[in-house]
């Protein structure tokens, strides 16, 4: 079953959208594949590692931050 376009409110921006991606070749759909983290283990490890540091970082100021305060009282 087929929905009318017509009755969506931005069907036609979609549609177009859909039209531009479709025309935009298969250089654009290759960086997409090689930019996705589930292709390359040594991006997500790398992209974790960063999140663990952050982490790491936040809690870190954290607690010096609750110190000083602690201090002033």
Do not use: Y
């Not at 935009?24 to 983290?37: D, K, M, Q």
């Not at 590692?49 to 305060?69: K, M, P």
């Amino acid at each position: 079953m087929q929905r009318d376009q017509k009755s969506r409110p931005g069907a036609d921006a979609s549609r177009d959208a859909q039209d531009s991606s479709q025309e935009s070749g298969a250089a654009e759909s290759n960086i997409a594949h090689l930019t996705s983290a589930g292709d390359d283990p040594r991006l997500v490890t790398l992209v974790r590692l960063l999140a663990r540091q952050a982490a790491r970082d936040f809690i870190e100021a954290e607690n010096r931050r609750h110190a000083r305060a602690r201090l002033r009282d």
